[in-house]
Nanobody, 116 residues
Framework: QVHLVESGGGLVQAGGSLRLSCTVS????????MGWYRQAPGKQRELVAG???????NYADSVKGRFTISRDNAKNTVDLQMNSLKAEDTAVYYC??????????WGQGTQVTVSS
């Protein structure tokens, strides 16, 4: 059974940093795509950053140069380092993984609040 656990959210002042981490429990699977999404109040969920199996990354234009996604295949984790945070980054952040032959899974979400 696949289970995602997120950590690292919280309250930070504008200009500060946070690091989100997502641990995927279970074994015997192969990651296809791993990513972070976010959903602000009244808005649709959007892709923040993704990393594919080969290591290529992509980012939303709004976070390029400020956020960095990384993964550790040995630990089954995907992290999101967020620097120079802005008030508009405030949202619930969700980890998402696509596993070959297993499907797509979501974490429970972690709140990130940036005070201006």
């Amino acid at each position: 059974q696949v289970h995602l656990v997120e950590s690292g959210g919280g309250l930070v002042q504008a200009g500060g940093s946070l690091r989100l981490s997502c641990t995927v429990s279970g074994s015997g699977f192969v990651f296809n795509v791993m990513g972070w999404y976010r959903q602000a109040p009244g808005k649709q969920r959007e892709l923040v950053a993704g990393i594919i199996r080969g290591g290529r990354t992509n980012y939303a234009d709004s976070v390029k140069g400020r956020f960095t996604i990384s993964r550790d295949n040995a630990k089954n984790t995907v992290d999101l380092q967020m620097n120079s945070l802005k008030a508009e980054d405030t949202a619930v952040y969700y980890c998402n993984v696509d596993l070959i032959s297993y499907g797509t899974f979501w974490g429970q979400g972690t709140q990130v609040t940036v005070s201006s």
